[in-house]
């Protein structure tokens, strides 16, 4: 085992300060993903800072109309809330989802957002990753790729992100709102938070070095059915093949965002427009420019029919 330092921060602020200090300094708080990766020494942080004391668990009313939700809610509790459910039913659907209750009742909202890839190849420290040593190759590139991206992939890296609240997030247009380790805050939108692997895909996210998440909020809420279908290879306890959550009104226009494709939810507005015009249409205008492989070939039709499934369900 590994030694680490450990300290409780008594307030967002001095969280951040105290990462910034440290070059491999983690936070923590439901530590649902973070310590198995500690356990296979994919993760080993020399300091690690427990924000769970930080009062980051309440929802609360935006004066825009929406709900800011602490970093530290609880998948369980955000999937519950009244409000969640009623005016953002496609993320309640999503969360739950998502894992299983035990972890739910564990995982938090920001610890959700920042979890690390599924990718076989990541997790197998015998063979080469980018993501967890930058510049030794990709396995997963000529290897088994069922689970893996067909878009926004590069020559470094095809893995994809195992988030669902993620995708429902990105459908309903959430920011993130962070604080920097000399106190300043600043409010990330979601389209811009999780990053494409290009050369360097151990960068996943926009978050600088310290920065810590604070809250989610979410804009007024949108009209129209809320739907979240996720395809798995069994029941429960699975990550998503395919994931689509979306927002239908009743001509059958909306927005959807895809999760199980990508290294991030995948939404494109050209694909929305041809919603109206059925699953087909709308399908091929996000998977446009797709790259598969001879295992995950099949995510390009699977796609289709979830949307089509989606759209069918909407139309009531």
Same mark, same amino acid.
């Given at each position: 085992?590994?030694?680490?330092?450990? *300290?409780?921060?008594?307030?967002p602020?001095e969280a951040?300060?105290?990462?910034?200090?440290?070059?491999?300094?983690?936070?923590?708080?439901?530590?649902?993903?973070?310590?198995?990766?500690?356990?296979?020494e994919i993760?080993?942080?020399?300091?690690?800072?427990d924000?769970? $004391?930080?009062?980051l668990?309440t929802?609360?009313p935006t #004066?825009e109309?929406?709900l800011r939700i602490g970093a530290?809610?609880?998948?369980?509790?955000l999937?519950a809330?009244?409000r969640?459910?009623?005016?953002?039913?496609?993320?309640?659907?999503?969360?739950?989802a998502?894992?299983?209750?035990?972890l739910?009742?564990?995982a938090t909202?920001?610890?959700n957002?920042l979890?690390?890839?599924r990718? /076989?190849?990541?997790?197998?420290?015998?063979? #080469?990753c980018?993501?967890r040593?930058p510049?030794?190759?990709?396995?997963?590139?000529g290897g088994?790729?069922?689970?893996?991206?067909?878009? $926004?992939t590069?020559e470094?890296?095809?893995?994809?992100? /195992?988030?669902?609240?993620?995708?429902?997030?990105?459908?309903l247009?959430?920011?993130?709102?962070?604080?920097?380790?000399?106190?300043a805050?600043?409010?990330? /939108?979601?389209? *811009?938070?999780?990053?494409l692997p $290009?050369?360097? #895909?151990?960068?996943?996210?926009?978050?600088?070095?310290? *920065?810590?998440?604070?809250?989610?909020?979410?804009?007024? /809420?949108?009209?129209?059915?809320?739907?979240y279908r996720k395809v798995r290879?069994?029941?429960s306890?699975?990550?998503?093949l395919v994931?689509?959550?979306?927002?239908?009104g009743?001509?059958g226009?909306g927005?959807f965002?895809v999760?199980?494709?990508? #290294?991030?939810?995948?939404?494109?507005q050209?694909?929305?427009?041809?919603?109206?015009?059925?699953a087909?249409?709308?399908?091929?205008?996000l998977?446009?420019g797709?790259k598969t492989t001879h295992?995950?070939?099949?995510?390009?039709?699977?796609?289709?029919?979830?949307?089509?499934?989606?759209?069918h *369900?909407?139309?009531?």
């Amino acid at each position: 085992m590994r030694s680490f330092t450990y *300290e409780r921060a008594a307030s967002p602020a001095e969280a951040a300060a105290a990462a910034a200090r440290q070059a491999k300094a983690k936070f923590i708080a439901g530590g649902t993903n973070l310590l198995d990766l500690m356990k296979l020494e994919i993760e080993t942080p020399g300091h690690l800072i427990d924000v769970n $004391g930080l009062n980051l668990d309440t929802i609360e009313p935006t #004066p825009e109309g929406g709900l800011r939700i602490g970093a530290l809610v609880r998948n369980t509790d955000l999937a519950a809330d009244p409000r969640i459910r009623r005016d953002y039913g496609v993320l309640s659907r999503a969360l739950l989802a998502g894992a299983s209750g035990q972890l739910r009742n564990r995982a938090t909202t920001a610890g959700n957002l920042l979890q690390r890839t599924r990718c /076989p190849y990541f997790y197998d420290t015998a063979q #080469p990753c980018n993501k967890r040593k930058p510049g030794s190759g990709c396995s997963a590139i000529g290897g088994f790729s069922r689970h893996l991206a067909v878009m $926004g992939t590069s020559e470094a890296c095809i893995a994809t992100n /195992p988030s669902d609240m993620a995708v429902a997030m990105r459908v309903l247009d959430a920011a993130i709102e962070t604080v920097k380790p000399d106190g300043a805050a600043r409010t990330i /939108p979601i389209a *811009e938070f999780h990053r494409l692997p $290009g050369e360097t #895909p151990h960068v996943e996210n926009a978050l600088e070095q310290g *920065e810590l998440i604070t809250a989610v909020t979410l804009p007024k /809420p949108a009209g129209g059915r809320h739907i979240y279908r996720k395809v798995r290879d069994r029941a429960s306890y699975a990550f998503a093949l395919v994931s689509v959550a979306a927002v239908i009104g009743r001509h059958g226009e909306g927005r959807f965002a895809v999760g199980g494709i990508a #290294p991030k939810p995948w939404r494109m507005q050209a694909a929305e427009a041809e919603l109206p015009r059925g699953a087909k249409a709308a399908s091929a205008a996000l998977l446009a420019g797709a790259k598969t492989t001879h295992d995950n070939a099949f995510k390009l039709s699977l796609v289709e029919r979830t949307l089509g499934a989606v759209l069918h *369900e909407a139309r009531g």
